[in-house]
């Protein structure tokens, strides 16, 4: 990151899932110093393997909930992205510990360790989640009250006013991503690798959550990284939140019908479990307004479907992920 201070030592929970291990390789390419700090419950140390003790990544195989090395970890950093968290919206509703512990007091606790150092900065992957069934579309960043329908949406609501608090008493800034669908290589969660999952062991038939009728933002990792670095740049406020996604939409019937072709399939028999919802907590219409985004000078590169097709390709071997910067 240029504009700010440098040299700049990041700290980066969950540094070893989907989003963030493009992260890891964005900041090597820049030159910065690295450390991540990840259990690995959802992420693979083998993403960032090759970066690790050279590059200037060190890994840090630990839990948030562990506040004495999640302190002790922090040491000596400068930028803190926090994008550790429960990713499994579903599984959620199951153990429902799941979100208030690895998304809210986890967040927490990178607080305390970020108030324990006097550390100045943080990025936070927050979630359109949290807007739950938006009475309006597209959904602003002024949108309120929000009414989350799951509780990784309520968990990451929480975040954000417990980061919030926590900017305006401790002098801490924060910048806060509300991110739609984010999709690409090395994804873990999502309709687009399950309905690929689904396909490969059973390439006549594909079972759909829903009526396939629900429209969902999707947009690109290295798009999602290069916005947050946009508003990082261009943007002083000392708490802010940004919607980061595409304005367009895809309706799941159409993620299954360009899986479908990216996979070389044909008649295919589609299986609707039925209901406007894929899961309970699913939203199923989302539309985004990125507007406070597109004044900084970002947008996606692709429209939702692009972005769809490329991350099925990129799921499939079919193209490389490609590199952010
Ligand atoms: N991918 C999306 O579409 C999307 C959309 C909205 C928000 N987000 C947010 O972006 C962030 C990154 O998501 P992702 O898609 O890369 O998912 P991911 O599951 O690949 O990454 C989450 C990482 O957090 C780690 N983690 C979880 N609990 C932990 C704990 N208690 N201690 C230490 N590490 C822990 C996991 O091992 C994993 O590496 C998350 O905060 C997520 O809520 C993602």
Known sequence: MSSKSEPVRHFITGGAGFIGSHLVERLVVQGDKVTVYDNLSSGHKDWIQHHIDKDGVRFIEADMLDMDSLTQAMAGHDLVWHLGANTDIPAGRLDVGLDINNCTLATHNVLE?????GIKRLIF???SALY???PVLPASET???LRPISLYGAAKLACEALISAYCHLFGIQAWMFRFANVVGARMTHGVIGDFIAKLERNPHELEIWG???GQKPFFLVEDCIEGIFCAYRKTDEWCDVFNLGTTTATRIHNVAAIVIEEMGLADVDL???GGRRGFPGDVPELLLDASK???LGWQASHTSDEAVRIAARR???KEAGLKVG
């Open 271 to 273: 299986k609707y479990t």
């Open 132 to 134: 739950g069934d938006p």
């Open 113 to 117: 360790a970020i108030r324990a150092h």
């Open 125 to 127: 992957s927050s979630t």
């Open 293 to 295: 985004m597109k004044l």
């Open 211 to 213: 009526d396939g009728q």
């Open 315 to 317: 799921l499939l071997g």
């Open 143 to 145: 949108a309120g009250p």
